[in-house]
């Protein structure tokens, strides 16, 4: 459950009436902000101490970087509290082509490699130690693979996840020749640890092997599937 930011951090934090009445203001700027080793952008955010809620209250914004395709646009904005004495969090993050891959660390066990962009909002709740992620949002261009088959697979649809379960209905998922297959899934985890999986897949000639000739591979070539699969288990 380990979560990981990254970045230069630099700006200002005023504490006046430290000892009195507890107050905060801070102004940050993060370049490079990035989240399992994933570079998302910069991120600027403002904080100030609540006393009424015994919070410290966030807003912030995260661009991409300048020099970018792009040109910068804006991709996050997050608002919400984070509270000391619990050691917990609330914060509403809305999202606008984020980028994807900083999902990887959590399924490798499952997926390889994944990338593409995820858009709508997500709320992030719970201590620091067992943080809870909810949203219902569209994801596109996303790709994954499967190492052992060496195969890639492509879908833009959309996605629920809670910190007990993740699924999809009927997606549309299309491997690099074009062919297409459709999915129905629910992984069950606990905030994103002992996955277990039940993923249903109706394919026409989907490409489901493509490894090359190797001296040391134990079986190679292309192998194509048409039918319906089930995946269960952890």
Known sequence: NNFLLGGKITGTAYCPHLFSNGTMNASLFVDNFSMNNCTIGDLKAESYWNSANRALMLNARINEKPDSSSGGRQIATAFGAYYPIGDSINLVVDGNRVPLSFLSVYMKMILGDIDGFGS?????????????????AYVENVSFGIDMLNTR?????????????????NIKIRDKEGNVAYANGLIR???????????????EKLLAMDIPIAPDAYFSGKAYGTGTVSIDGP
């Open 189 to 203: 985890h606990n905030y994103f640890k002992d996955f277990n999986v039940s993923i249903d897949v109706r394919a």
């Open 120 to 136: 709508g909002r997500v709320t992030i709740s719970g201590p620091m130690n067992k943080t809870g992620i909810y949203t219902r």
């Open 153 to 169: 697979y492509y879908f833009s649809d959309s996605v629920y996840l809670t910190p007990r379960v993740a699924g999809f209905r």
